[in-house]
T-cell receptor, first 112, second 111 residues
């Protein structure tokens, strides 16, 4: 069974631009969560989607948004990029009611 | 306010010895706890978990202990191997909410 895939793996953007990251969950997994990892801050929860609906949301500004499609694939968008948005963005999928999440390799975003 | 804390940013252990990674939490509503391991340039991988109704769970070299009264859990790795060198994250689950992760502990196992 294929794991969680994320595209692109690396991205360099300029301040003020916007970016869209993509995540394909494990087949059969309907829940997708997004996390931001920065040095010393661990994994900070962004949002969770289940059956195309946002189920939970973390404490991030409205510049961060996401969506989930009917095939469970998910995208997250960051608008008006700031230098502090430079981070590893991780996507994780799980079965509908499973607490165990399976992570993708992440997208390394660098904002210059 | 950090609900899940890993107070040791790093831990160094010799190969063959025991590694003990610690995690404290503040919310008594957490019902499930997990440990993840992360290598550089990779996503975290699930290692082992424990339900709040248990106090111990074992899987090969990895054992997780839960002390609910102290709101403390620990991950024991015996014997430690150089390939165990990674960042270890503790995570906690509460019904209806997302997993909450600690900031991680970097384990270095020297041969």
């Amino acid at each position: 069974k294929a794991g969680v895939t994320q595209t692109p793996r690396y991205l360099i953007k300029t301040r003020g631009q916007q970016v869209t990251l993509s995540c394909s969950p494990i087949s059969g997994h309907r829940s997708v969560s997004w996390y931001q990892q920065t040095p010393g801050q661990g994994l900070q929860f962004l949002f969770e989607y289940f059956s195309e609906t946002q189920r939970n949301k973390g404490n991030f500004p409205g510049r961060f948004s996401g969506r989930q499609f009917s095939n469970s694939r998910s995208e997250m968008n960051v608008s008006t990029l700031e230098l502090g948005d430079s981070a590893l963005y991780l996507c994780a999928s799980s079965l509908a009611d499973s607490k165990e999440q399976y992570f993708g390799p992440g997208t390394r975003l660098t904002v210059t | 306010d950090q609900q899940v804390k890993q107070n040791s940013p790093s831990l160094s252990v010799q190969e063959g010895r025991i590694s003990i990674l610690n995690c404290d939490y503040t919310n008594s509503m957490f019902d499930y706890f997990l440990w993840y391991k992360k290598y550089p340039a990779e996503g975290p991988t699930f290692l082992i978990s424990i339900s709040s109704i248990k106090d111990k769970n074992e899987d090969g070299r990895f054992t997780v202990f839960l002390n609910k009264s102290a709101k403390h859990l620990s991950l024991h790795i015996v014997p430690s191997q150089p390939g165990d060198s990674a960042v270890y994250f503790c995570a906690a689950h509460r019904a209806g909410t997302a997993l909450i992760f600690g900031k991680g502990t970097t384990l270095s196992v020297s041969s």
